[in-house]
C-alpha cells in the first residue's frame, strides 16, 4: 500500500464483548461510514481473523444491500454475525439475502428494542441486540429466541445484573471501568502496601530474590504465575514448581511483563476474571506495537508496555493515579504519560484509550490508519491469549 493509500485507510474500531464470566466471546468491527468499502479495505491488509480468533465478528450493517460477493469473500461465514436494523426487516430484498446469508453459515443479530420473535423469523435472526441506554425489549421478546442477546453501551455494574436478569448473555461497553471501581472493596492495607511494593520492585527492575517475598506473601499472584508457566502456552515439558525456576525460564523481560499483568488476574469473589484483565492487556500490547511500529527500540517498547499497563491502576485499587505514582520510581516518561497524558507516551495512550480515537489524535501521533489497524489487531490477539493463560 502506497503512501497515498495509507493516508485514506479508514479508521476502524474493535469492541469486545463479553460474556457474563467476563470471559471475551466475540468483537463488534465498527467503522465511521455507512458503506462496506471501509471494511473490505481493513480486512484485505490483515487476516482479522486470524488475529481474532476464536472470538466471533460481529457486523453492524447500516445498508444489508452493500453486502455482495466482493465483501462476502473477505468473511468467515461460521464466526461472522451481522448486525441488522429492525426496521430494515420488512424489505423484502433484505429478508432474501438473509436466507441466503443463514444458509451459507452467517449468524444475525436483530438490532432494536423494538423487534421480537416474528419480526426476527423475518430476516432468519435467532437473537436480539439493543442499545442499554435506551429502551429495553421486554422478557416476552427475548425468551423465544435461541439467543445470545447481546446489549451494548452498558455503563455499569448495576445495569449489568439488570440486563442479566432480563435474559441477555452477552454484554458490551464501560461497565467494566465502573463495575471494578463499584465491586472491588477496599482492600486491607498490608495487601494493597504488598501491591504497590511488587510495582516498585518491578519498575526499578528488582532481583529475583526480592520479587519472591511479595508474591511469597500474595497466594492469588503466587498461584497465577505457576499456574501460567506450566500453561500450554508455554509449553514446558517438566512442571515449574517455584519461581527461580519460572525466573530462569521466562526470562527476566518476560517475566517483568506477566508480573504486570497477573496485578489483575486476581480472581472475584464470585469466581469470575476480572474484568479489566484483558483491557490491561489490550492497552499494553497496543501500546507496544505502536511503539514499535514508529521505530521504537526494546527499552522504549518496555516502557510503552508499562504506561498500558499500569494505566488501569488506579481503577484496579481504587486509588488516585497521583498517589499511586508516588510509591512507584517510574521513569519520568512513563509518570508524565499517566498523569497528565503528556509526552510520546501520553499521546499513544490518549489513543489506546480510545474505542475510536479521533483522526487529528492519529495525526498528532504521526500514525495513520493503517498501522492503528495493525497494532490494534496485535494487541487483542495478545490479549485474548493473556485472558485464556491466567
Known amino acids: 500500500m502506497s503512501a497515498s493509500e495509507s493516508n485514506l485507510f479508514p479508521l476502524v474500531g474493535l469492541q469486545a464483548v463479553a460474556n457474563a464470566h467476563n470471559e471475551w466471546v466475540a468483537v463488534t468491527l465498527h467503522v465511521p461510514q455507512a458503506s462496506t468499502a471501509p471494511l473490505l479495505a481493513a480486512l484485505a491488509v490483515a487476516d482479522a481473523y486470524a488475529f481474532l480468533a476464536p472470538l466471533d465478528c460481529i457486523i453492524p450493517l447500516a445498508d444489508p444491500h452493500g453486502v455482495d460477493e466482493a465483501v462476502l469473500a473477505q468473511l468467515a461465514p461460521q464466526r461472522t454475525i451481522f448486525r441488522l436494523p429492525a426496521q430494515l426487516a420488512g424489505d423484502k430484498q433484505i429478508q432474501k439475502k438473509c436466507q441466503q446469508w443463514r444458509d451459507a453459515g452467517y449468524r444475525i443479530l436483530l438490532d432494536g428494542a423494538d423487534a421480537g420473535p416474528v419480526v426476527a423469523a423475518q430476516v432468519e435472526a435467532r437473537a436480539l441486540s439493543f442499545d442499554a441506554a435506551g429502551t429495553r425489549p421486554a ?51 498490608t ?114 508496555f508499562m504506561a498500558g499497563v499500569f494505566s488501569l491502576l488506579d481503577v484496579l485499587l481504587g486509588m488516585p493515579m497521583p498517589d499511586i505514582i508516588a510509591t512507584l520510581n517510574l521513569a519520568p516518561e512513563v509518570s508524565a504519560a499517566l498523569l497528565e497524558r503528556n509526552g510520546e507516551l501520553g499521546t499513544l495512550l490518549a489513543l489506546v484509550e480510545s474505542a475510536m480515537p479521533p483522526p487529528e489524535g492519529l495525526r498528532r501521533a504521526g ?18 491469549q493473556v485472558s485464556r493463560n491466567l
Open 139 to 189: 422478557l416476552h421478546q427475548l425468551l423465544p429466541l435461541p439467543g445470545p442477546h447481546l446489549a451494548y453501551n452498558i455503563v455499569d455494574a448495576e445495569q449489568f445484573a439488570a440486563l442479566q436478569a432480563l435474559g441477555v448473555s452477552w454484554f458490551a461497553g464501560d461497565y467494566a471501568l465502573h463495575h471494578a471501581r463499584q465491586q472491588s472493596e477496599p482492600e486491607d492495607a
Open 191 to 304: 495487601s494493597r502496601k504488598r501491591l504497590l511494593a511488587l510495582l516498585g520492585l518491578l519498575a526499578r527492575d528488582a532481583d529475583a530474590h526480592e520479587l519472591e517475598v511479595p508474591l511469597k506473601q500474595d497466594p492469588s499472584l503466587s498461584y497465577h504465575l505457576l499456574k501460567l508457566v506450566n500453561s500450554a502456552a508455554f509449553g514446558f515439558t517438566a512442571p515449574i514448581t517455584s519461581f527461580s525456576q519460572a525466573i530462569t525460564l521466562l526470562g527476566r523481560r518476560q517475566l517483568q511483563r506477566w508480573l504486570q499483568l497477573l496485578l489483575y488476574a486476581r480472581q472475584q469473589d464470585d469466581g469470575k476474571i476480572h474484568a479489566l484483565l484483558p483491557l490491561a492487556a489490550v492497552r499494553a500490547a497496543q501500546m507496544e506495537a505502536l511503539c514499535q511500529l514508529r521505530g521504537g527500540d526494546r527499552d522504549a517498547q518496555d516502557l510503552a
Open 367 to 384: 500514525i495513520d490508519g493503517e498501522t492503528y489497524w495493525r497494532s490494534l489487531l496485535q494487541a487483542y490477539q495478545w490479549a485474548i
